[in-house]
Every structure is written in structure tokens, then in C-alpha cells.
């Protein structure tokens, strides 16, 4: 496990066992939501348990560290 960066509480992390298409997982305390770095959605499984206000912050910090994220998945994932 790889954490990326965290914000506001979030924590972004990238597993190094996982598998395609690239995500990152964002956690806040036991809330936990998996977005795709493809079009920065959320996946439908597992299923998102963030706030709408945690998930609103992770998606605008996704989107804002897109850029990031996809180098590290990237780099942990070849």
C-alpha cells in the first residue's frame, strides 16, 4: 500500500497488489470510496461509503492531483 497524499482528512492510496483499470482508493476514518483515474467516477464496487461532503472534497482532490495519481499508479504498476 502506497499512500499518495492526504487532504482534509482523506487519505489517498494506491495498493500495490491491485489490478486494472487504475484507481485509487480515498479513505476517511472507516468511510472508503475506490474512483477511477480514467474518468475520475466512482466504482461501483465496493461500494462508496464517504460522506457527500467527503466524496465531493475526494473527487475535486482527485481531479486536482490527477496528474499525480496516474504517475504513481504508473510507477507501482508499470
Not at 502506497?2 to 484507481?23: C, K, N, Q, Y
Not at 475520475?40 to 462508496?48: D, E, F, S
Not at 482532490?61 to 508499470?78: D, M, P, Q, S, Y
Amino acid at each position: 500500500m502506497s499512500e499518495i497524499f492526504r487532504a482534509f482528512g482523506l487519505v489517498f492510496v494506491i495498493f500495490s497488489d491491485d489490478h486494472d483499470p487504475a484507481h485509487v482508493h480515498v479513505f476517511h476514518g472507516r468511510e472508503t470510496c475506490k474512483i477511477s483515474l480514467k474518468d475520475l467516477r466512482v466504482a461501483a464496487k465496493p461500494r462508496c461509503t464517504l460522506s457527500k461532503i467527503n466524496l465531493r472534497k475526494a473527487l475535486l482532490l482527485a481531479a486536482e492531483n490527477r496528474l499525480l495519481l496516474v504517475r504513481e499508479w504508473e510507477k507501482i504498476h508499470g
